[in-house]
């Protein structure tokens, strides 16, 4: 399985990104994904997750009602759609599956290259 995550850049605060994570290989829908932020000398922190299906959404406090997490199982792709951005949301983002629906690093087992976000004030 390989995930491949596109869609940052650079924007001014306020502004909004869509970011998109592709996997390929073994069947998207055994899984369900993740999207974590990190910053140099930072831990990699979560953002939002997604159940297998779909239908279960869980966001960091940070994100919750600026971010949101979706999935296409057709199109084997999971996005986050990233509205409101504020400068302290410049990380790298990184998309990851896991067995396990989770807020934890841990229990997730493969994951993307990560995208760049930055967000200029």
């Known amino acids: 399985v390989q995930l491949q995550a596109s869609g940052g850049g650079l924007v001014q605060a306020g502004g909004s990104l869509r970011l998109s994570c592709a996997a390929s290989?073994?069947?998207?829908?055994?899984?369900?994904m993740g999207w974590f932020r990190q910053v140099p000398g930072k831990e990699r922190e979560f953002v939002a997750s997604?159940?297998?299906?779909?239908?279960?959404?869980y966001y960091a406090g940070s994100a919750k009602g600026r971010f949101a997490i979706s999935r296409d199982n057709a199109k084997n792709t999971v996005y986050l759609q990233m509205n409101g951005l504020k400068p302290e949301d410049t990380a790298v983002y990184y998309c990851?599956?896991?067995?396990?629906?989770?807020?934890?690093?841990?229990?997730?087992?493969?994951w993307g290259q990560g995208t760049q976000v930055t967000v200029s004030s």
């Open positions: 290989g073994r069947p998207f829908t055994s899984f369900h």
């Open positions: 997604i159940s297998w299906t779909g239908g279960s959404t």
């Open positions: 990851a599956r896991s067995y396990y629906y989770s807020t934890s690093v841990l229990t997730y087992d493969i």
